[in-house]
């Protein structure tokens, strides 16, 4: 008979940790820099056979496309952090990509008051 083998949530418990770790990079090592200080991480999905993990973030700058590209710059500084952090062999890519949900709530929010509902 043969083991089963127990592949139930291990994405997410990798995509969790590096979700963790990447947030106390930033929180440690990026914390003077403008455009990252106010970075946060709200998700995080691994993709590929954990090869890499993508990170869901929100930034109160309202400069997107500026936060977006000093994320790309600093991208391998974080990923070679977060090696010496993490407690096992293979450490994943990262990739970063904003979060709008808010920007999307609020938007349907508007639309919703908006609305006579006494009609």
């Known amino acids: 008979m043969m083991k089963k083998q ?4 291990r994405s997410e418990r990798i ?3 590096v979700q963790t770790l990447v947030a106390e990079i930033l929180r440690d090592k990026f914390n003077e820099d403008v455009l990252l200080s106010g970075v946060s991480l709200v998700g995080a999905v691994a ?7 993508k990170l869901f973030y929100y930034s109160r700058n309202e400069n ?4 977006q590209k000093r994320l790309d710059d ?3 500084m974080i990923r070679y952090e977060l090696a010496t952090r993490m407690n096992q062999k293979y450490v994943p890519d990262i990739r970063f990509e904003y979060d709008d949900t808010l920007e999307k709530a609020t938007k349907i929010d508007s ?5 006579d509902v006494n009609k």
């Open 47 to 53: 993709h590929g056979g954990l090869q890499f993990v």
């Open 15 to 17: 995509a969790s940790k």
């Open 111 to 115: 639309i919703l008051k908006g609305l």
């Open 64 to 67: 997107i496309g500026d936060v």
């Open 6 to 9: 127990n592949y139930s949530n």
């Open 74 to 76: 600093v991208n391998k």
